[in-house]
């Protein structure tokens, strides 16, 4: 994968004493800024931060309510300014129990979730926080021009950031498993250089089995384990397609739930994944120079561990294209300049004939159609209403998951 090299400039120094000529320094080598990834420690639950190259800033999940107290100061010393994206991979407690109060805290130009609706309480009073908050909520829906791309976002010094799943409507979402509110977790696949991070959220056996139907390069130097190192995810063909060298689990120390199991263990140590548990190491710092990760535990005396990356290619492999350029059929893109939310790569609709009215709720900074799903996990009430779509843009921007 081509990425930016950042050269460093040259200085030569003249030799000032006489009858001596000066001489030239060696080159120096060119350089990669550093991606780096937060694994938090957040006790039974799932939190990470990203930051790019760039200062593009990614928060994935908020780990339980009771993690409130050091998540929240912790992304405030990491994250200067409002977050870019947040995305909750699933909707249950330990995943989002902290986000609310660190949009609150710090801010979020975007929040993204899979779309599968749940009835927690706390699930929609995040919702409504995110309606007050966020100026743009989105989920990882197919481009009806190019349904068969992938969701990519750009970060930065070509770091990108593609949904691999869900992909509902184009692709149902998955039902009848052990559970559906885990088993559409967003799973997403972070890339720099030759280096990957996959990130599965809660993912189940068919998540997984679901996903390697798919034409796609799950190769990653770095993975996210699912549920917390539950006996049921990380499937033995899953990892052989995921090849990690490095395995971070999130959990919580004494956990009643027996988290990691010894299946999930005896299954990454098959792989030769290296293990690392925030409940006996707390947060894992990995730093990635586009060539290798190197990760470092917050507790514990050992020497930080370096793993090669060997990503070769593009996520997708076969006939599916990643939805990394306009060309590849109008796919939604981030681009890495600018504030998150990006300027669509298709133009927008034309003004609606139909009598389609467009709605925006309180605080919000884009609006949407009428019979968008966004609207109807919303719990707030307080919404305005537009009856044509030119009177809509004069005062907000359209929002990407409904094309309004």
């Known amino acids: 994968m081509d990425f930016v090299r950042l050269l460093l400039p040259l200085f030569v120094l003249l030799a000032a004493l006489p ?13 990669l800024k550093p991606l780096t990834v937060y694994f938090f420690d ?8 990203i930051v790019s190259p760039t200062g593009k800033t990614v928060l994935i999940d908020g780990g339980p309510p ?6 929240v100061p912790r992304v405030r010393q990491l994250v200067q300014g409002p977050l870019d994206l947040v995305i909750l991979t699933h909707p249950h407690l330990d995943h989002l129990g902290g986000l609310a109060k660190v949009i609150q805290a710090v ?9 599968y609706d749940h009835p927690s309480e706390s699930y929609r009073k995040l919702l409504d926080v995110v309606g007050q908050k966020v100026g743009q909520v989105m989920t990882p829906t197919p481009n009806p021009s190019a349904p068969e791309t992938l969701l990519t976002i750009g970060l930065g010094e070509g770091v990108t950031l593609t949904v691999l799943s869900p992909r509902a409507p184009r692709d149902p979402f998955l039902t009848h498993t052990r559970s559906d509110v885990n088993a559409n977790s967003i799973v997403a696949k972070l890339t720099y250089g030759k280096t990957a991070f996959l990130f599965v959220g809660d993912a189940e056996p068919e998540t997984e089995e679901s996903l390697l139907k798919k034409p796609i390069d799950f190769t990653s ?3 996210k384990v699912a549920h917390h190192g539950g006996r049921y995810s ?12 490095a395995a971070v689990i999130s959990c919580g120390a004494g956990n009643d739930y027996g988290h990691p199991t010894d299946e999930a263990l005896e299954r990454l140590g098959a ?14 710092l990995a730093v990635s120079n586009g060539t290798t990760v190197t990760l470092t535990p917050k507790k514990g005396r050992s020497a930080p561990t370096v793993v090669t990356g060997q990503v070769t290619g593009p996520v997708a492999k076969g006939p599916m294209p990643t939805g990394a350029s306009s060309s590849a059929g109008g796919s939604k893109v981030v681009p890495a300049k600018g504030t998150l939310p990006a300027e669509r790569t298709t133009p927008p609709p034309a ?11 309180k605080g919000s900074k884009v609006f949407h159609r009428e019979d968008c799903g966004t609207l109807k996990r919303a719990k707030t009430q307080d919404r305005k209403m537009y009856n044509d779509r030119a009177s809509a843009v004069r005062e907000r921007r359209p929002a990407e998951d409904c094309d309004p």
């Open 271 to 284: 792989v030769g994944a290296r293990i690392f548990r925030t409940d006996l190491q707390g947060e894992v």
């Open 234 to 245: 990380s499937t033995a063909p899953f990892l052989a397609a995921v090849k990690p060298q």
């Open 42 to 49: 957040v006790g039974q639950g799932d939190a990470a931060l």
């Open 66 to 71: 009771e993690a409130d107290d050091t998540l």
């Open 19 to 31: 009858g001596r000529a000066a001489s030239s320094p060696a080159p120096q080598t060119p350089t």
């Open 221 to 223: 130097t770095v993975l």
């Open 107 to 115: 801010g979020a130009r975007r929040f993204m979730d899979p779309g």
């Open 351 to 361: 003004a609606s004939t139909s009598g389609t009215r467009y709605v925006s709720l």
